[in-house]
C-alpha cells in the first residue's frame, strides 16, 4: 500500500531513470520495467513520460543498458563506465513509433542476492551520453 492506495504488484521489477542533465531539452523521466517471460528470458519495457523522452529514444542509434554493480545516485564524483557493470546490454531502438521499447534481455535474477538486480543502479546511455540514472526496485 502506497499513500493509502493499494495497488497490486505485477510481479516485475521497475526502475525510474531521471535524466542527470538539467538541459530543458533532455526529458525529466523514464521507466524500466523488467519482468521475466518465457522460455527463460527477461523483457525489458522502457518507456518515455512524454513525446520528449519518446523522440529522443526514436532518434538514438545505439543504446547501452548497463546494471551497476554498485552506485550512490547521490555521488557525482564517481563515473559509471569507469567501474565494470554486473550486466551491460547494447540496445538497439529501431524505429519504433510507440511510447514505448521492448527488447528481450538473457535471463536475470529479479531478486536480491548477489546476482539479482534489486536494489543495483542502472544506467540508460545513448550514443556514450547518460540518459538517465535510476535503482532497480518492486513493481
Do not use: W
Not at 517471460?37 to 520528449?52: E, V
Not at 529522443?56 to 565494470?84: A, H, N, Q, V
Not at 542476492?113 to 535510476?134: F, H
Request: hydrophobic share 30%; with cysteine; proline share 6%.
Amino acid at each position: 500500500m502506497c499513500c493509502g492506495t493499494p495497488r497490486a504488484s505485477n510481479g516485475g521489477r521497475i526502475a525510474v531513470l531521471f535524466s542527470p542533465s538539467s538541459s530543458s531539452d533532455a526529458p525529466e523521466m523514464y521507466t524500466l520495467l523488467f519482468h521475466n517471460s518465457s522460455p527463460g528470458g527477461t523483457k525489458a519495457i522502457f518507456r518515455g513520460n512524454d513525446d520528449k523522452a519518446s523522440n529522443l529514444i526514436r532518434d538514438c542509434r545505439r543504446m547501452d543498458l548497463r546494471i551497476e554493480k554498485y552506485g550512490i545516485l547521490t555521488s557525482s564524483t564517481t563515473d559509471p563506465k569507469s567501474i565494470p557493470p554486473l550486466h551491460n546490454f547494447r540496445l538497439d531502438p529501431g524505429k519504433n513509433a510507440d511510447k514505448k521499447l521492448e527488447f528481450d534481455l538473457p535471463n536475470l535474477d529479479l531478486g536480491v542476492s548477489d546476482t539479482g538486480i534489486v536494489g543495483r543502479q542502472v544506467t540508460l546511455l545513448a550514443e556514450d551520453r547518460a540518459l538517465g540514472v535510476g535503482i532497480v526496485g518492486y513493481n
